[in-house]
């Protein structure tokens, strides 16, 4: 899913649960920031220095970035059923994995549900993430793996739902997944019922019947969304959403632009331009040491730093939650 869904839908939601707007709009944002945050940071602070790891990589996906950041944010596994096998097959072939996504799994309601119970916003985020790309991840894995591959001959690499470029992710999009029994995955069906399922862990936090107006709501949301449909961008699809809840849009740099002083610019010779452009791209895929960064002095306070502490403790139930499904012990 995209920001369409993990921000402007995300908030939609949050406020007919009864969340506050500013209060709804941290989860919102907490839960889009996820594909935003690519590298490693070394943040230099009054109180020391705060690590703060990558959620998002688009560019390598060696065992540590699939272990790290795709399994525990993206692509969390539905494991093994109670009798120990994977799944029953949704595929053409018949093959089976504990790491295949699918919605709704239970490890990824663990997840969801121990953030409600912390009434962390920025953990409920990152667990509305994880858990709403359930959805738009099925039948996809963590790995770059044949499994993913789209065309069984095809040598393009296969982490993910790369081979399907971004049609998994987009609210209004159809598409063909050819490795299923049933190929056609119409995107509004599949967000529906994720948006259903947040509304509804989201209302039980707030102590709110759902039931009394989940179809509103629901269709509500539907309109918002069609009222997009042909615009070129999602920040022009998202226009309804801004308009209807008065919703700051959505800005990566605003939270990391409150809490880190901006960086330094060095001029660099002409010559040495590639090797810059070479170092920044390492830095962005996380294969070079994290980039050092000096925090302002309301670090401790702000939202990223609040942020950069409920993603440490996401990835760390994440990564025992998925060993639990995937090895489950007799």
């Given at each position: 899913?995209?920001v369409?869904?993990?921000?402007?839908?995300?908030?939609?939601l949050?406020?007919?649960?009864g969340f506050?707007?500013p209060?709804?709009?941290?989860?919102a944002?907490a839960?889009?920031?996820v594909?935003?945050?690519?590298?490693?940071?070394?943040?230099?602070t009054?109180?020391?220095t705060v690590?703060?790891?990558p959620?998002?990589?688009y560019?390598?996906?060696?065992p540590?970035?699939?272990?790290?950041?795709?399994?525990?944010?993206?692509?969390?596994?539905?494991?093994l059923d109670a009798?120990?096998?994977?799944r029953p097959?949704v595929?053409?072939?018949g093959?089976?994995?504990a790491?295949?996504?699918?919605?709704?799994a239970?490890?990824?309601?663990?997840?969801?549900v121990d953030?409600l119970r912390s009434?962390?916003?920025?953990?409920?985020?990152?667990?509305?993430?994880?858990?709403?790309?359930?959805?738009?991840h099925?039948?996809?894995t963590?790995?770059n793996?044949p499994?993913?591959?789209l065309?069984a001959?095809s040598?393009?690499?296969?982490?993910?739902?790369?081979?399907?470029?971004?049609?998994?992710d987009?609210?209004l999009?159809?598409?063909?997944?050819p490795?299923?029994?049933?190929?056609?995955v119409?995107?509004?069906?599949?967000?529906?019922?994720?948006a259903?399922?947040?509304?509804?862990y989201?209302?039980?936090?707030k102590?709110?019947?759902?039931?009394a107006d989940?179809e509103?709501?629901a269709?509500e949301?539907?309109?918002l969304?069609e009222?997009?449909?042909?615009?070129d961008n999602?920040?022009?699809r998202?226009?309804e959403?801004?308009l209807?809840?008065n919703?700051?849009?959505?800005d990566?740099n605003l939270?990391t632009?409150?809490?880190?002083e901006?960086k330094?610019?060095?001029?660099?010779?002409?010559?040495?331009?590639?090797?810059?452009?070479?170092?920044?791209?390492?830095?962005?895929?996380?294969l070079?040491n994290?980039?050092?960064?000096r925090?302002?002095?309301n670090?401790d306070d702000s939202?990223?730093?609040?942020?950069?502490?409920a993603?440490?403790?996401?990835r760390?139930l994440a990564?025992?939650?998925?060993?639990e499904v995937?090895?489950?012990?007799?």
């Amino acid at each position: 899913m995209n920001v369409e869904f993990h921000y402007y839908s995300t908030a939609f939601l949050a406020v007919k649960a009864g969340f506050s707007l500013p209060d709804a709009t941290t989860v919102a944002y907490a839960s889009q920031y996820v594909d935003h945050h690519h590298r490693s940071y070394k943040i230099m602070t009054r109180r020391g220095t705060v690590s703060s790891g990558p959620t998002q990589n688009y560019s390598f996906w060696d065992p540590s970035t699939v272990n790290d950041v795709l399994a525990p944010f993206h692509f969390f596994p539905a494991g093994l059923d109670a009798s120990g096998m994977p799944r029953p097959s949704v595929r053409n072939d018949g093959a089976r994995s504990a790491w295949e996504v699918r919605p709704d799994a239970p490890g990824a309601k663990k997840l969801l549900v121990d953030a409600l119970r912390s009434a962390n916003l920025c953990r409920i985020g990152l667990a509305l993430h994880t858990y709403s790309d359930t959805w738009a991840h099925q039948n996809f894995t963590a790995r770059n793996e044949p499994w993913n591959r789209l065309e069984a001959g095809s040598r393009l690499p296969s982490p993910g739902h790369a081979q399907a470029g971004s049609a998994p992710d987009l609210w209004l999009t159809t598409w063909t997944d050819p490795r299923l029994l049933d190929p056609e995955v119409v995107n509004l069906l599949r967000f529906s019922a994720a948006a259903r399922k947040v509304y509804r862990y989201l209302c039980t936090f707030k102590g709110k019947d759902f039931r009394a107006d989940e179809e509103e709501v629901a269709e509500e949301l539907k309109e918002l969304v069609e009222a997009g449909r042909g615009r070129d961008n999602a920040d022009e699809r998202s226009l309804e959403f801004i308009l209807n809840l008065n919703l700051e849009p959505y800005d990566r740099n605003l939270w990391t632009g409150q809490a880190l002083e901006p960086k330094e610019e060095t001029p660099w010779p002409t010559v040495d331009h590639l090797k810059k452009v070479g170092e920044d791209l390492l830095h962005q895929v996380g294969l070079v040491n994290p980039e050092q960064v000096r925090a302002k002095a309301n670090f401790d306070d702000s939202l990223f730093a609040a942020w950069v502490r409920a993603a440490d403790e996401h990835r760390a139930l994440a990564k025992r939650l998925i060993q639990e499904v995937i090895s489950p012990k007799s």
